[in-house]
């Protein structure tokens, strides 16, 4: 693999809001375009040889918008796991849901099961979804299992923390890109952006295109990642 292409690639999906409103439509509309827009970013990613590519649909947070909004996004990711789990499936990826179970209701947590275990031995890239998800919330995951499983504090290092995190096998972020201007974490994947390179971009989620993750990764290539040393 050429070592120049990311292995892991985070994607902060904002604009949604922004971009409905630009156009005259309901809120809806807008997160509408920016769930079919990630389809065509995730193959788009894969085909340039990223290995894991993470994204944020949900934060903790979330669940403080507008009732009609919560319902709306709901019905999204009851689609995906309904209806394009097949297809995504059909293209051999791996899918696995990074975040909490608290206040998601039954049925999309029992989706989220079935997701993981039908996709399990996909190839050509894992998708981690980033679903009712926070990254303190993470972190402080991570450190009940680790009292649950009786580790002596003095054997608690970065490497065993890490281990304990959701989904542990999925890598560090190379690089974490941010749509819409805003130029912020959100508390997306603080333990694995310890080192990650970022790029913020103006246009709204809803309109990139497979030329924008050309870019991004010619910008990738151009960066001299240092590690602190």
Known sequence: M????????????????RWAKKHGLPTYEGHLAGYNTLKEVIDATADMGVQ????????????????????????????????????LIKKDYKVVVLGGREQLPE???????????????????????CFNYGGQQEIVRAAQRIAEA????????????????DHPNIPPCDVIVRTSGEQRLSNFMLWRSAYSEFIFLEKL?????????????????????????
């Open 205 to 229: 989620w809803p309109d990139m295109r497979k030329e924008d993750i050309t870019a991004i990764i010619e910008e990738y290539t151009k960066r001299s990642r240092r590690f602190g040393g």
């Open 52 to 87: 894991y590519i993470s994204f944020y649909t949900w934060s903790t947070e979330n669940w403080a918008r507008a009732e009609e909004e919560v319902r709306g996004i709901m019905k999204l990711i009851r689609m995906l796991f309904k209806t394009d789990i097949k297809e």
């Open 107 to 129: 049925d999309i947590s029992a989706m989220i099961d079935e997701a993981e275990k039908v996709s399990h031995n996909g190839k050509r890239a894992t998708l981690a979804m």
């Open 2 to 17: 050429d070592n120049r292409i990311p292995i892991h690639i985070g994607y902060i999906l904002d604009g949604n809001r």
């Open 150 to 165: 009786g580790i002596d504090a003095e054997k608690v290092t970065a490497k065993v923390f890490e281990k304990y995190l």
